[in-house]
């Protein structure tokens, strides 16, 4: 889930995102456990994207909401899970008509760059007691990727085109955040998960074609693939290359608070 802005940036497609990025989905599974859904209870998934995570709570018999800014995710995700309910809807702005038990977001709150508009939207509807489970990028997500791209641009004197597309925060940034908005936090840990890419030798340029070009949002599409050909080759002097495999030097950070 993006704010509009963003949203506008990255190119999502659904059925490329499934068949490239599962991987998304499949380390989610373990904040599901976290979650620890119980049968009967309303839970929004935050930042649905495709569904499956949503899939995977209904599955203890709750009831899942899942809101994404993205109609393309939507649309999928209404195609593979026909009985669940996804909204499409802004992060930023959604509100729901129902209270509810359970927030539950992956890898998706790092996309907003407004995060204190994320967390009142979030929880607005959350009951006195009730949890949220978030994992999303955090301090020094990606900083390898960054920081080649940043290169690059400045090597074609193009400074100026970068634009940070996320907000990757300390353990200290977020927590603050939740508390002002009358959350406890339980538990947070910022950890490091070097992510295989997909695709083996076209892993990296797969990534920047799904999520980089938001870092040059007004660039040409020249310009846009000479600095990812560009940005990939630079990568290749490092460790997240090797072999023709590429990995993603992924910083995850995992929060678990209550409503007071």
């Known amino acids: 889930m993006t704010d509009k802005a963003n949203e506008q940036k990255v190119n999502w497609e659904a059925n490329v995102y499934d068949q490239s990025m599962s991987f998304v989905s499949q380390y989610g ?21 495709t569904g499956d995570l949503a899939a995977q709570i209904a599955t203890y018999g709750s009831e899942v909401i899942g ?24 992060g930023m702005q959604w509100r729901s008509e129902q209270s509810y038990d359970a927030v539950f ?30 994992e999303f990028g955090g301090y020094r997500n990606v900083a390898t990727i960054i920081e080649a791209v940043q290169e690059t641009m400045h090597r074609n004197g193009r400074d100026e085109a970068f634009v940070m597309p996320w907000y990757f925060p300390t353990i200290g940034e977020y927590a603050k955040l939740l508390e002002v908005y009358g959350m406890e936090v339980r538990s947070a840990n910022l950890f490091e998960r070097p992510t295989r890419l997909e695709n083996g030798e076209e892993g990296m340029k797969g990534w920047l074609e799904m999520f980089g070009t938001a870092m040059f949002p007004q660039a040409s599409e020249s310009e846009v693939r000479q600095w990812m050909s560009e940005a990939v080759e630079n990568l290749k002097q490092t ?8 990995t993603a030097d992924y910083w995850r950070l995992r929060v678990v608070a209550v409503k007071r």
Not at 122 to 132: A, F, N, T
Request: with cysteine; aromatic share 8%.
């Open 239 to 246: 460790p997240l290359y090797d072999n023709g495999l590429w």
């Open 67 to 90: 809101v994404d800014i993205s109609p393309e995710m939507v649309e999928r995700a209404r195609m593979k899970y026909p009985t669940l309910r996804f909204e499409c809807a802004d």
């Open 29 to 49: 599974e373990d904040l599901v456990r976290w979650l620890q859904p119980k049968s009967g209870e309303n839970i929004i998934d935050f930042g649905c994207g």
């Open 105 to 134: 977001s992956n890898a998706a709150l790092h996309w907003m760059k407004d995060p204190e508009s994320a967390i009142s939207s979030m929880i607005r509807g959350l009951r006195p007691g009730g949890r949220l489970v978030v």
